[in-house]
């Protein structure tokens, strides 16, 4: 299968050198220092297995190679940049697979883009880009969902099917559920809270854990999206949080969130696609969400003098 990776961070660079190592054709884009270094030295993926390396011929910001599928994985506020960009690059049908953070990004997608095909899907990763050319991965879960949305062709059922395939020969563990959007907010829920606080007191997941208190504010601000989820009608069941608390015990969770790291690095954070969504959804469907509020309101200053300096 032919694929190419938009945005080769922690997400798209270590799935992409998976497919990439099990034969798959696979090209990468990326953008800055980080694009500039794997063109000279292409592109380093260390985990705890051991390290892949990408040759830089398979890096690029022209020449996707005519790809089968897209794996796309910029951040929430570049989507429709990116997407619009992406436009003139794509052949009829080409399948386009979301993998980022947030809820609508498949739909910024869709607009943009009108004669792909998109899937939705969401990544379960502890990784990030440590240095221009380098993603590392943490110890945790690996893995990704994915599906086409809504009612799906026979086609589309195929190439999910051949891109399920092509995971498994790949060794990444995956899945095409019969609900993609309920897997999509099960992510959202998750990260939101999790993301917001890690970035919001500084602390690992495992601190946060630890402390009763801190504890359950971290249940309090993924309990709000949860309930924004179901006066959307999202099949998420109530008790969904309970297992998010059972999986996050069975780790050594002393990782932060990528919200912690953009923080912490001076760069732009994915607050409107995650706290900044639940408090808009809530207030549109009357769904109180002070918690997430307080998130959103004492990290927009950062996020916004960031932007500001990017620009």
């Not at 051991?50 to 506020?77: H, I, M, N």
Request: proline share 5%; glycine share 10%.
């Amino acid at each position: 299968m032919r694929l190419a990776v938009i945005g080769a961070g922690g997400v798209g660079g270590y799935f992409g050198a998976m497919l990439r190592a099990a034969g798959e054709e696979v090209v990468f884009t990326a953008r800055g220092e980080h694009l500039r270094a794997m063109q000279h030295e292409g592109l380093r993926v260390v985990t705890p297995e051991g390290t892949l390396q990408v040759p830089p011929g398979a890096c690029t910001d022209e020449d996707l190679r005519d790809p089968e599928t897209v794996l796309f994985c910029v951040k929430s506020y570049d989507t429709a940049q990116a997407a619009a960009a992406l436009g003139p690059r794509l052949r009829e049908g080409t399948v386009v697979l979301s993998l980022q953070n947030g809820v609508d990004n498949e739909e910024l997608i869709a607009r943009s883009l009108p004669h792909c095909a998109v899937f939705g899907g969401v990544s379960y990763i502890y990784s990030t880009i440590t240095r221009p050319g380098e993603v590392t991965v943490a110890p945790g879960p690996r893995r990704i969902v994915f599906a086409p949305l809504g009612t799906s062709s026979a086609r589309l059922r195929a190439h999910a099917g051949q891109l399920l395939e092509a995971c498994r020969r790949a060794h990444i563990s995956a899945e095409v559920p019969a609900d993609i959007t309920a897997e999509i907010w099960k992510k959202f829920i998750f990260i939101t809270g999790a993301g917001g606080l890690t970035a919001l007191t500084r602390l690992t997941l495992a601190e946060i854990l630890a402390v009763d208190a801190t504890r359950e504010l971290l249940a309090e601000a993924m309990g709000e999206t949860l309930a924004v989820a179901r006066a959307r009608g999202v099949a998420v069941p109530q008790e969904f949080l309970d297992g998010v608390f059972t999986t996050l015990r069975k780790f050594d969770n002393t990782t932060r969130s990528s919200l912690y790291y953009d923080l912490v690095n001076g760069k732009p954070m994915e607050l409107e696609a995650l706290p900044g969504t639940v408090v808009r959804l809530g207030a549109a469907h009357g769904v109180p969400t002070p918690v997430n509020r307080t998130i959103y309101a004492a990290l927009l200053p950062y996020h916004i003098h960031n932007s500001e300096r990017r620009r």
